[in-house]
């Protein structure tokens, strides 16, 4: 008889930047949360510091250098703490505990989390156990890393293709909590050069549907949206910085910043608030209520989102220096000239900053590379390269970034190491690093995704189908790359070969006779073992089954929901409304299709009913003899 497995509990480290760490740490009767929490640390090569306060148990000092910060002769002073939380089953979320790690029994909770805080505190963690790795802001953290390396990919799959029909998704999708959001551009009438629709926040399911979407203002859009606290923020590119409702697309409030030429930056966080660029040289801090807390200028005009760490705000101006502007709103500390202008984000590494630069000459890129920089404002190294309009992305080996070259590798040190040729003059969107290979997006009218290995060889490449020009960089989320393109779409492909277990997806498609509907729930993925499909048809009545029928009374339509869960329990959720007024059969929309997809006959109107189109044709006809009377009576 086989052995059976042992207990784990997931634990994780949430390092309140964008940076976590999990670790699933084998428990027995027994062990407190404090043993797991030990056992944690050394998996993870962490330092950590603790303190045992007797007779209560231990609580966290430090942990890989975030150090907990309290002044109390100050109790309203800002402050650093590691917070304690646990997961609960019932509530199907974190709850903060008030005790102490030692009195959690791993052995009754799924999860443990420690949470780097500021005061006044913010939670729970973006990162769940079914969902451990959302992707927040638009180079994945606040420190600009890049990078996903807890994954490695012999290659990709594309699961499915949306097009979201709005205009250009020219920033990457961001995720969180088994939820996507993509920022549409608006479509662009190319005669006037004016936008005849609004630009667009999308928030959909992992398997492609649309949950809700809301106008953004207008113009185009190159800042990525940031996930932070339950809540999505978009700097639009008309000054407007929008805060929605992540699970329901609400409304919560605006910031206008006044600011007209489209420059915008996409926002991070930084003590508790929203950081993003006001009027040129201008630096804004919004609270999480949406008022203005501080404005700073920095002393050159800056296109690309800061890079926070500790206490500092680190941006690249358009001057060519590399600024570090003090995080609590006071000014400038210190600057450092690299050399031409610097486009993208810096990243923030433990001990020095990378940043990417590119000079110009006459308004022409003749030069660019990548540089290092102390955080005593000292210049490390300069490693020449090409144009480099893009981000840098941390390695295991170093630091890589794509120019009009290709894609060059930089030992932490500054040594040149490889550069790998994409055969295409235009950079595209910045490099996404995994464990042992860097992922890239050439800018053409036939995009290709590139996975360079960590010697410089082009391992893979794919061309993305159908053909569409991607100017944004990939992101990662639960074992599938997203990318967006300039067409408007957004595609998602599973990484082959990996450890990670891609949680399940619920997701359906239906077809109406009548009042008649079959409901076919194969579309669902992921997960371990064989899903379990639960339906509620928005009547009162339920089924089991991955494919069922069911008859209703009248036409009216109804919120139907499928409910998959797999051998572990872990479940996905996915309500539709499905319409029912349809006098012949008509086929729901398969997830990751639109209307223009969708088994629609020539000629009609996308995305109306058959029976919406005959009274369009209808009253055609009719407009049609009218006039034609009107023309004869007119002639006699």
Same mark, same amino acid.
């Given at each position: 008889?086989?052995?059976? $497995? ?5 634990f994780?480290?949430?390092?309140g930047?964008?940076r976590?760490?999990w670790a ?7 062990m ?5 929490y ?5 998996m ?7 303190a045992?306060?007797?007779?209560y ?11 907990s ?8 002073c ?50 769940t ?12 953290d ?5 990078s996903?390396?807890?994954y490695s990919?012999?290659?990709?799959d ?12 020219d ?7 088994g939820?996507?959001?993509? =920022? ?8 006037t ?11 959909? @399911?992992?398997?492609g ?5 809301? $106008? ?26 929008? #805060?929605f ?5 609400y =409304? &919560? ?9 489209g420059?915008?930056?996409s926002?991070?966080v ?6 993003i660029?006001?009027n040129?040289? $201008?630096?804004? !801090? ?7 807390n ?5 002393p050159?005009?800056? @296109? ?7 206490? =500092? ?7 060519? &220096?590399l600024? #570090? ?7 400038e500390?210190?600057?450092?000239t690299?050399?031409?202008t ?7 590494l ?9 000079n110009v000459?006459?308004g022409?890129?003749?030069g660019?590379?990548? #540089? ?5 404002? $000292?210049?490390?190294w ?18 890589v970034?794509v120019?009009?070259?290709?894609m ?11 550069? !790998?040729?994409l ?11 995994i ?8 800018k ?8 360079v ?6 391992e ?10 991607? !100017?944004?960089s990939?992101?990662?989320s639960d074992?599938?790359?997203? =990318? ?6 957004v ?7 990996q ?12 077809t109406?006779?009548g ?7 194969s ?31 009248? &036409?009216?339509d ?9 051998s ?7 309500? &539709? ?15 990751? !299709?639109?209307s ?25 006809i009719?407009?049609?003899t ?11």
């Amino acid at each position: 008889m086989a052995a059976e $497995e042992p207990s784990t509990c997931a634990f994780l480290i949430d390092f309140g930047n964008g940076r976590i760490l999990w670790a699933d740490v084998p428990v027995a009767e027994g062990m407190n949360g404090f043993e797991v929490y030990e056992n944690a640390t050394a998996m993870l090569g962490l330092a950590e510091t603790n303190a045992y306060q007797p007779p209560y148990g231990h609580y966290i000092t430090s942990i890989d250098g975030y150090t907990s910060t309290i002044n109390y002769s100050c109790p309203v002073c800002p402050y650093d703490i590691w917070r304690l939380l646990k997961w609960s089953d019932e509530v199907d979320g974190w709850t903060w505990t008030s005790t102490m790690i030692d009195s959690i029994d791993p052995l009754a909770t799924r999860a443990i989390a420690l949470m780097f805080t500021r005061y006044p505190y913010v939670g729970p963690p973006t990162a769940t156990p079914q969902h451990r790795d959302p992707w927040i802001s638009e180079r994945h953290d606040f420190l600009n890393s890049g990078s996903a390396l807890s994954y490695s990919a012999s290659g990709v799959d594309m699961k499915w293709r949306l097009d979201l029909g709005n205009g250009a998704i020219d920033v990457p999708v961001i995720s969180g909590a088994g939820r996507l959001y993509a =920022l549409s551009s608006g479509v662009l009438n190319r005669t006037t050069d004016t936008y005849q629709t609004s630009s667009k926040l999308f928030c959909f @399911a992992q398997s492609g549907d649309v949950l809700w979407q809301e $106008e953004v203002g207008s113009g185009h859009q190159d800042a990525a949206p940031l996930l932070w606290d339950g809540t999505v923020y978009v700097h639009s590119a008309d000054g407007i910085l929008y #805060a929605f409702n992540a699970e329901n697309g609400y =409304l &919560k409030w605006t910031y206008c910043t006044g600011k007209t030429d489209g420059n915008v930056t996409s926002p991070i966080v930084c003590n508790n608030l929203i950081i993003i660029s006001g009027n040129p040289g $201008e630096m804004l !801090a919004v609270t999480r209520s949406g008022t203005l807390n501080w404005s700073m200028i920095v002393p050159s005009t800056f @296109a690309s989102s800061p890079a926070a760490f500790q206490d =500092l705000l680190l941006v690249g101006g358009e001057d060519g &220096k590399l600024y #570090a502007m003090a995080a609590n709103g006071s000014g400038e500390l210190w600057n450092v000239t690299v050399g031409g202008t610097i486009t993208g984000s810096p990243v923030a590494l433990d001990d020095r900053i990378v940043i990417t630069y590119t000079n110009v000459s006459e308004g022409t890129p003749i030069g660019g590379g990548m #540089a290092a920089v102390s955080y005593y404002g $000292e210049l490390i190294w300069e490693a020449p390269t090409a144009h480099t309009p893009g981000s840098a992305a941390v390695t295991p080996d170093g630091v890589v970034s794509v120019s009009s070259h290709g894609m060059t590798s930089v030992s932490l040190d500054g040594q040149p190491q490889w550069t !790998a040729p994409l055969n295409s003059t235009d950079p595209g969107g910045s490099p996404l690093a995994i464990n042992g290979m860097t992922l890239v997006v050439t800018k053409e009218d036939r995009s290709r995704l590139l996975a360079v290995n960590s010697h410089g060889f082009v391992e893979w490449e794919k061309v993305i189908e159908p053909a569409q020009t991607i !100017a944004s960089s990939p992101s990662i989320s639960d074992n599938v790359l997203y =990318l967006a393109s300039s067409e408007g779409s957004v595609y998602a492909f599973f990484l082959e070969d990996q450890q990670w277990v891609v949680p399940p997806v619920s997701s359906f498609a239906y077809t109406v006779n009548g009042t008649t509907v079959h409901f076919d729930g194969s579309l669902s993925y992921g997960g371990e073992g064989e899903l379990v499909y639960n339906w509620s048809f928005g009547d009162g009545q339920t089924a089991t089954g991955v494919s069922v029928d069911h008859t209703y009374e009248n &036409k009216t339509d109804m919120k139907v929901t499928l409910i998959v869960t797999d051998s572990a329990g872990l479940k996905s959720e996915l309500t &539709k409304m499905v319409v029912l007024g349809c006098s012949t059969q008509e086929p729901g929309l398969e997830p990751g !299709a639109t209307s223009d997809d969708a088994s629609t006959p020539s000629g009609m109107f996308p995305g109306w009913p058959i029976w919406g189109t005959g009274i369009i044709a209808l009253v055609v006809i009719l407009a049609l003899t009218l006039g034609i009377r009107r023309a004869k009576e007119g002639k006699k």
